[in-house]
């Protein structure tokens, strides 16, 4: 049975809230003040750049920032044997790389209005169409026109914490285009 200490022993055994309960209303979430972005209710609350945001004609594309299996953050990225091993690319639905005329291995550019970054296109049926992903952790190694060739998914995710405090690394939009 969840949550059976609590439910038979609440008084020693309380949750790691204020009031000691499952709390449903919570009262430090509502002296934030600030409602539609942080409700005291659990409720949805569309990201910043999503599908309703208003973007979507220009930038389709939902960028995740998942973690390498082959690096611990930025660590080992300059490795050639770790490059080797798992090139650095952007995954793409064969879906989204159809309309696109981007096959496996092609050259591509993930942009949006913060930035541009050159990297592979991997085409893989292991990501939802609408959707790519670039491994975080790459270092930020821009050419003389500004183009990131490194792969760093934060030229392109927006630079502040999401009202609730956590990165925005998983809340941008952008374009992919074969080069």
Known sequence: MAFRQQITSPEKHKFPTPSGKIEIYC???AAYNRPAELPPVPQYVAGWEDAE???SSEYPLQLITTHSRKRIHSQLHTSQWHRNMEPHAVWINP???AARNISDGDTVEVFNRRGT???VGR???RIM???VSIYEGAWYEPDTSGVDRGGCANTLTRDEHSPGGAFCSNT?????VNR
């Not at 941008?172 to 992919?176: A, E, N």
């Open 53 to 55: 945001a208003g973007l």
């Open 129 to 131: 169409p609408g959707v």
């Open 95 to 97: 879906v989204d790389a």
């Open 27 to 29: 009262e430090r979430i």
């Open 117 to 119: 970054v050159r990297i």
């Open 123 to 125: 085409v893989t049926e």
């Open 172 to 176: 941008t939009l952008v374009q992919v």
